[in-house]
């Protein structure tokens, strides 16, 4: 068996796309609710800066920087994950087996890496043929980089 070798850099920056075991199931944006609930506990306990993200209804992609001195977002991912399981189960929705057990991790480089993995996601729920234009999926933080005058209210439309 092949073991994969992850990049841990101290405070690094990595793009990341997790998904749900069933890639049929809709739960992520379903109980968005929960989602953030779990990422806002796992940010208060192992801090973390979200640069951008994108959550669909079975996957998500998101880009994030960690504290200098901290390269553990493994730590992050099931605190995230496991957090957002346990909502469900209180729910009565789920029991194990949600999430597929790894996750795709990219260190990103440079600035020119970071705005293309950033423009991928914002991208990304076009690609899927969930929107006709990236600023129609509500679960991007697409809103915020428009809002702070990082990239164009038409982002990624031919107008």
């Known amino acids: 068996m ?12 990595y793009f990341f ?13 379903r109980h968005i609710d929960l ?21 669909l209804p079975e996957h998500l992609h998101m880009v994030m920087t960690l504290p200098d001195g901290d390269a553990d977002y493994s730590l992050r991912w099931r ?8 909502g469900l189960q209180q729910q009565g929705l789920a029991t194990r087996g949600v999430w597929q057990s790894r996750f795709w991790e990219h260190t990103v480089r440079d600035e020119d890496d970071l705005k ?12 899927h043929g969930h929107v006709g234009k ?5 679960y991007s ?19």
Do not use: E
């Open 116 to 127: 293309r993995h950033v423009d991928y996601i914002h991208g990304n729920p076009v690609k």
């Open 141 to 159: 933080t697409i809103h915020h980089f428009i809002a702070s005058g990082r990239i164009a209210a038409n982002w990624g439309t031919d107008t």
């Open 17 to 29: 796309t997790v998904t749900l075991r069933d890639r049929r199931s809709d739960w992520l944006i």
């Open 79 to 86: 605190q995230i994950k496991g957090s957002f399981t346990c």
């Open 2 to 13: 092949v073991r994969y070798r992850r990049n841990h850099v101290p405070g690094g920056t």
């Open 134 to 138: 990236p600023t129609d999926w509500p």
């Open 35 to 55: 989602l953030r609930v779990a990422i806002a506990r796992t940010q208060s306990r192992h801090p973390f800066r979200i640069d951008a993200m994108a959550v």
